[in-house]
């Protein structure tokens, strides 16, 4: 019995970290996606306005119309903004840093740069 629970526990400590590093590598990944879906909702309300978002109006320009947007016809995201992975609100900058616009989350941390998890994501990568 205490053989069996010996390799219970060996193969724990094997597998566990392995497995703890694909549900982190997932949540970078939803949030590729997660901005990928959102350079999409902005390209519709760039063909309906002429402009993208300022960084001021922000992503919450595609679920509620801007005073300034004209030839408004959303909302672009069916379901409100969604916050990343990490529950933290996405940040938006047009113009971008960049690029023509940066869609970004800062990764695990909530702090720029890092590396693994805590690494940012962005419509730049």
């Known amino acids: 019995m205490l053989v069996v629970l010996a390799i219970i526990g060996l193969l724990a400590g094997l597998v566990g970290p392995a497995v703890l590093n694909q549900l982190g590598g997932a949540k970078s990944k939803t949030a590729a996606v997660q901005i990928k879906d959102f350079e999409q909702s ?43 992975p990490w529950k933290r609100a996405y940040g938006y900058r047009y113009p971008g840093q960049k690029g023509e616009m940066d869609i970004f989350s800062l990764g695990q941390d909530g702090a720029p740069g890092g590396d693994g998890e805590n690494a940012d994501v962005g419509n730049w990568k």
């Open 42 to 84: 902005l390209e519709m309300f760039k063909l309906d306005v002429g402009r993208f978002p300022t960084t001021d109006e922000g992503l919450e320009a595609l679920v509620n119309k801007p005073s300034s947007a004209t030839g408004w016809n959303g909302p672009y995201l069916k379901s409100g903004v969604p916050q990343d």
